[in-house]
């Protein structure tokens, strides 16, 4: 089985400054990576993904994530967070059949 | 532009009561799954279907039970309800297993 392993539940970071959510999986097999943002009291949304070719992947809002296979890492960051980054965040692995989540790291945006 | 659609938004019950959360996607996926949500726990599978007539269990399959009639529609039946099944209870869809699963919006279920 799979594991993701996210190492921060809580991370708060004021408003233009720089941040980073790590992750770490576990996989003897090759995966694809996802990760996936959820606003209060809504679903998760994806956010972005590694499923080959260039190991480092961008979203549309600023994020970037790059898969680092000799680590088994991805992890997020954005250079500059703004208040409507405040959500949780979790990232995910995709081995088979099943999708494998993190617990999860709350970010929170502080003015 | 539905997407995947749960019902019910909100549900309580009482210990012992049985239910079934409806879940539906528009987009003709074949695979789709449940997720239950927990405080610190992340998002742990119950069961998934790779396509209409096939099922299978995920992480945390028991007191629960799930069906695939359509490639629309994956229920998820609570078969007697315990408090531990207190939770916020995601379906989710995907083109395939391995790609990107899109999510419906949550069913808050309250057992006491």
């Known amino acids: 089985a799979q594991s993701v392993t996210q190492l921060d539940s809580q991370v708060p970071v004021f408003e233009e400054a720089p941040v980073e959510l790590r992750c770490n999986y576990s996989?003897?097999?090759?995966?694809?990576l996802f990760w996936y943002v959820q606003y209060p009291n809504q679903g998760l949304q994806l956010l972005l993904k590694?499923?080959?070719?260039?190991?480092l992947v961008e979203s549309i809002n600023g994020f970037e994530a790059e898969f680092n296979k000799s680590q088994t890492s991805f992890h997020l960051r954005k250079p500059s967070v703004h208040i409507s980054d405040t959500a949780e965040y979790f990232c995910?692995?995709?081995?088979?059949?099943?999708?494998?989540f993190g617990t999860g790291t709350s970010l929170t945006v502080i003015p | 532009n539905a997407g995947v659609t749960q019902t019910p938004k909100f549900q309580v019950l009482k210990t012992g009561q049985s239910m079934t959360l409806q879940c539906a996607q528009d987009?003709?996926?074949?695979?789709m799954s449940w997720y239950r949500q927990d405080p610190g726990m992340g998002l742990r599978l119950i069961h998934y279907?790779?396509?209409?007539?096939?099922?299978d269990q995920g992480e945390v399959p028991n007191g629960y039970n799930v069906s695939r009639s359509t490639t629309e529609d994956f229920p998820l039946r609570l078969l007697s309800a315990a408090p531990s099944q207190t939770s916020v209870y995601f379906c989710?869809?995907?083109?395939?297993?391995?790609?990107?699963?899109?999510f419906g919006e949550g069913s808050w279920l309250t057992v006491v």
């Open positions: 995910a692995v995709s081995a088979g059949n099943q999708f494998y």
């Open positions: 279907s790779v396509g209409a007539g096939i099922t």
């Open positions: 987009m003709n996926h074949e695979y």
């Open positions: 590694y499923l080959s070719g260039s190991t």
């Open positions: 996989s003897s097999v090759s995966v694809y």
């Open positions: 989710a869809s995907s083109p395939y297993s391995g790609n990107t699963i899109y």
